[in-house]
């Protein structure tokens, strides 16, 4: 119960941080803050499986997990890092970047949140399981999928990832941004999960 509690506040303050325009740069800051010590805490819930990694065969699909699981929290450190030197309110101490840092910051959160996507795909499955679901229906995918490709374009999502926009588009509110970005998210995991199915089994 405690990893599913953990893992739901992840995804939701994740999600609500590219938001940042319609959040006060104090309550950005602090979430970020937030969510370090709740990553912090979901490795430590899962510390059994970090200690399964050296151990056992490895197939494709066990390498792929790996791989992904390895680039989200590398990605994940740097956008933490790059925002901790970045502080303009919270943690003033430690401003000692620059424009490129914050730039930085944003390129590696968008790459986050991509890797979010396959994460939660490789894991969807498990995650069902959990909450008592055997399966999902094929016409909720396919809308999820709709919206995503959607709001992908709406937030002009891959010129943030490749640091050619500013640091944030407005669309609506912080609602209906905040659904945007959690559609995107979906839409890689349900890509994912299916791709995965196909080739990895």
């Keep these: 119960m405690k990893k599913i509690i953990v893992d739901i506040l992840l995804f939701i303050l994740i999600v609500v941080q590219f938001s940042r325009l319609y959040l006060p740069p104090e309550i950005h800051e602090i979430i970020g803050i937030v969510l370090i010590a709740l990553v912090i805490i979901h490795l430590i819930l899962n510390r059994r499986y970090i200690k399964s990694i050296p151990r056992g065969r490895y197939n494709l699909k066990r390498s792929s997990m790996l791989i992904i699981n390895v680039a989200f929290m590398v990605a994940f450190a740097l956008t933490s890092v790059l925002g901790l030197l970045s502080s303009q309110y919270t943690l003033t101490f430690m401003n000692i970047g620059n424009l490129s840092t914050i730039y930085l910051h944003k390129i590696f959160a968008y790459l986050?949140?991509?890797l979010l996507g396959l994460h939660l795909g490789i894991n969807l499955n498990a995650l069902f399981n959990r909450l008592?679901?055997?399966?999902?229906s094929y016409a909720l995918y396919v809308i999820i999928i709709?919206?995503?490709?959607?709001s992908f374009f709406k937030v002009d999502f891959l010129n943030h990832l490749l640091g050619n926009s500013g640091f944030?588009?407005?669309t609506g509110?912080?609602?209906?941004?905040?659904?945007?970005y959690l559609s995107i998210v979906l839409m890689i995991t349900i890509l994912a999960n299916l791709i995965l199915k196909k080739t990895v089994g």
Excluded: D, Q
């Excluded at 008592?132 to 999902?136: L, N, R, S, V």
């Excluded at 509110?173 to 945007?180: Q, V």
């Design 112 to 114: 986050c949140l991509i």
């Design 132 to 136: 008592g679901e055997k399966k999902i």
């Design 146 to 150: 709709i919206c995503g490709i959607y």
């Design 168 to 170: 944030g588009l407005a």
């Design 173 to 180: 509110n912080l609602f209906t941004n905040s659904l945007e």
